[in-house]
């Protein structure tokens, strides 16, 4: 399909592809609003975020939309788990480190993390946040300070500024002009945007 694109469109293909980081993932724990969670799966194209977990243990799989997502739905793959241990094992096993945003005593604070490692990070509900199985199974926990009065804020503003903290850290160590791929996984996924 490569040759039916344009030169610019196959070049905007190709550049976006080669700037995805694999070794930044994010779950989103039943979040119930499928605003919010088109809302960050256009966070999650902009920043290189190539794939995402969908953990919904009782809220029912959202619906992504192509409008709310401005069609970031169909750059970032899905992948979806109804149990946290099948979730967490797959990214354990695939060299992940798992941490959940959670306001708690023993949280770290986010800007102390060092996003250029192998991460997941774990967005939980609007209302409830993060389950107690997801707390009690992430390798660490990790709260936004913030100086207002209001100590929280909108899933999908919370999940905007932690991954552009993740891609500053990720441009000041050069990880984005390196390929995390091998050619062959990048052609591979260049020839499935242009079929897209």
């Known amino acids: 399909m490569r040759k039916f694109k344009t030169d610019k469109r196959l070049e905007k293909i190709m550049k976006a592809a080669s700037f995805r980081q694999p070794s930044l993932h994010l779950v989103l724990e039943n979040i119930h609003d499928p605003h919010n969670v088109s809302a960050i799966f256009r966070t999650c194209d902009s920043v290189g975020i190539p794939k995402v977990s969908l953990l919904y243990t009782f809220e029912k799989f959202p619906k ?7 069609s970031a739905n169909k750059w970032v793959e899905k992948e979806r788990f109804t149990s946290t241990d099948e979730c967490f094992d797959k990214l354990r096993a ?3 480190t798992i941490y959940a945003s959670m306001l708690a005593e023993d949280a770290v604070d986010f800007y102390d993390i060092d996003f250029t490692k192998k991460i997941a990070i774990v967005m939980g509900n609007e209302h409830r946040g993060i389950s107690e199985d997801v707390a009690k199974k992430a390798d660490h926990v ?3 300070p913030m100086h207002g009065m209001i100590q929280s804020l909108n899933v999908s503003v919370a999940t905007a500024v932690i991954l552009f903290e993740a891609k500053r850290q990720r441009l000041l160590k050069g990880m984005y002009p390196t390929k995390e791929m091998s050619n062959a996984e990048l052609d591979k996924l260049i020839d499935e945007w242009c079929d897209k």
Do not use: D, P, T
């Open 142 to 144: 990790f709260y936004i």
């Open 64 to 70: 992504v939309s192509r409008i709310s997502s401005a």
């Open 94 to 96: 695939e060299g992940y």
